[in-house]
T-cell receptor, first 113, second 111 residues
Framework: DAGVTQSPTHLIKTRGQQVTLRCSPK?????VSWYQQALGQGPQFIFQ???????QRGNFPDRFSGHQFPNYSSELDVNALLLGDSALYLCASSFTGAAYEQYFGPGTRLTVT | SQKIEQNSEALNIQEGKTATLTCNYTNYSPAYLQWYRQDPGRGPVFLLLIRENEKEKRKERLKVTFDTTLKQSLFHITASQPADSATYLCALSSSASKIIFGSGTRLSIRP
């Protein structure tokens, strides 16, 4: 079992650009959540996807959007990047029947210059 | 607004002792409380979940308590080892969708 995988591992973008981050959930999981983690802070909830729909959203602007595909994989898109978007972006997957037990991927380190 | 506080940014204890980490919360009534471990450059790893109607839960050398009156959880690691050194995150949720994390406590176990 490969667990949760994310790509790319690291990414450097310029302010104003757009970025897409990818996540494949753990085998058997159908729910994907995205988090932003700034240095020295805990993960901040961005949104969660289930059955290809956004189920709940945290306090993030519309520049942050996402998708979930029929195979349960997911993408996080961030438009008009700001310097403050620099962070570790974490994807977590879970199974609806045990949705509180989330398995995290290794994250994508995004640096905006 | 909802707030989670973990007792300190860093905790340094001797190997073999019991490490106790604290998580306090305000303006929230969580149905579930979780503890995660995070190593540098890696994603958090789920350790334990405790429900609002449970007082205590154990898993091997780990013990979690949950006091909804005090709005506090204690996380204990007994017989601590240097390999237990990591950042430990407290997380709360009232639904399966949204989990709120604390900023974590960095635990160092010295030999």
């Amino acid at each position: 079992d490969a667990g949760v995988t994310q790509s790319p591992t690291h990414l450097i973008k310029t302010r104003g650009q757009q970025v897409t981050l990818r996540c494949s959930p753990k085998s058997g999981h159908d729910t994907v959540s995205w988090y932003q983690q700034a240095l020295g802070q805990g993960p901040q909830f961005i949104f969660q996807y289930y059955e290809e729909e956004e189920r709940q959203r945290g306090n993030f602007p519309d520049r942050f959007s996402g998708h979930q595909f029929p195979n349960y994989s997911s993408e996080l898109d961030v438009n008009a990047l700001l310097l403050g978007d620099s962070a570790l972006y974490l994807c977590a997957s879970s199974f609806t029947g045990a949705a509180y037990e989330q398995y995290f991927g290794p994250g994508t380190r995004l640096t905006v210059t | 607004s909802q707030k989670i506080e973990q007792n300190s940014e860093a905790l340094n204890i001797q190997e073999g002792k019991t490490a106790t980490l604290t998580c306090n919360y305000t303006n929230y009534s969580p149905a579930y409380l979780q503890w995660y471990r995070q190593d540098p450059g890696r994603g958090p790893v789920f350790l334990l979940l405790i429900r609002e109607n449970e007082k205590e839960k154990r898993k091997e050398r780990l013990k979690v308590t949950f006091d909804t009156t005090l709005k506090q959880s204690l996380f204990h690691i007994t017989a601590s080892q240097p390999a237990d050194s990591a950042t430990y995150l407290c997380a709360l949720s009232s639904s399966a969708s949204k989990i709120i994390f604390g900023s974590g406590t960095r635990l160092s176990i010295r030999p």
